[in-house]
């Protein structure tokens, strides 16, 4: 065999399987970014749905006579509101139960997020693994009495439900609610 012939082999190999390890990156990659984006879409989709509840916070509640903010813990909120504004007041309650796991995913870190209104619920189910509560006051400072806040700090942070890789992506989102009705 010419000696021309066999290098022009072993380059065309070479090139082979430069090729295919640039394919099998490119693969990886675009499953770890669709991954990311789902996770994106379900944080969104959560913190939608949990802004529009928040900001109406006390609306159309005597605040004088009685308390916005019924409860609140690390992973609880219940408060009043006249949510769907037919004049009467509602009571909403947003619960993360860390007892629940979501049995549905193969991803063993998420639970049932939990929204009732007037005590019907509805469980989303959007691959939350956390999600945590934090009172302040006025003046910034974490506070544990409800009665005492004026700020609601709410951090989420959602996971995919199937991984890539023994990854499952996540997404996190954060905000600092000050309702004006408590206010």
């Known amino acids: 065999m010419n000696i021309g012939t066999t290098i022009s082999f072993i380059i065309a190999g070479l090139i082979l399987l430069a090729i295919l390890n640039v394919n099998t990156s490119l693969m990886t990659d675009s499953g770890t970014a669709t991954l990311d984006q789902?996770?994106?879409e379900q944080v969104d989709a959560v913190a939608s749905v949990l802004s529009n509840d928040m900001r109406k916070i006390g609306y159309r509640v005597n605040v004088s006579s009685d308390t916005a903010i019924v409860s609140a813990s690390q992973h609880s909120i219940t408060f009043k509101s006249d949510w769907n504004n037919d004049g009467s007041v509602d009571r909403i309650t947003w619960t993360f139960d860390t007892s629940k796991p979501v049995t549905s995913?193969?991803?063993?870190?998420?639970?049932?997020?939990?929204?009732?209104?007037?005590?019907?619920?509805?469980?989303?189910y959007m691959?939350?693994?956390?999600?945590?509560?934090?009172?302040?006051d006025?003046?910034?400072?974490v506070v544990a009495s409800p009665i005492l806040a004026k700020r609601i700090k709410v951090s989420i942070i959602c996971e995919t439900p199937e991984s890539y890789n023994g990854h499952y992506s996540p997404a996190s989102w954060q905000k600092i609610f000050t309702p004006v009705n408590i206010n």
């Open 138 to 141: 006025n003046s910034g400072n």
């Open 127 to 136: 691959g939350v693994t956390q999600f945590n509560i934090t009172l302040y």
């Open 38 to 40: 789902s996770a994106k």
């Open 105 to 124: 995913t193969d991803n063993p870190n998420d639970y049932e997020l939990i929204r009732t209104v007037n005590g019907v619920s509805t469980v989303l």
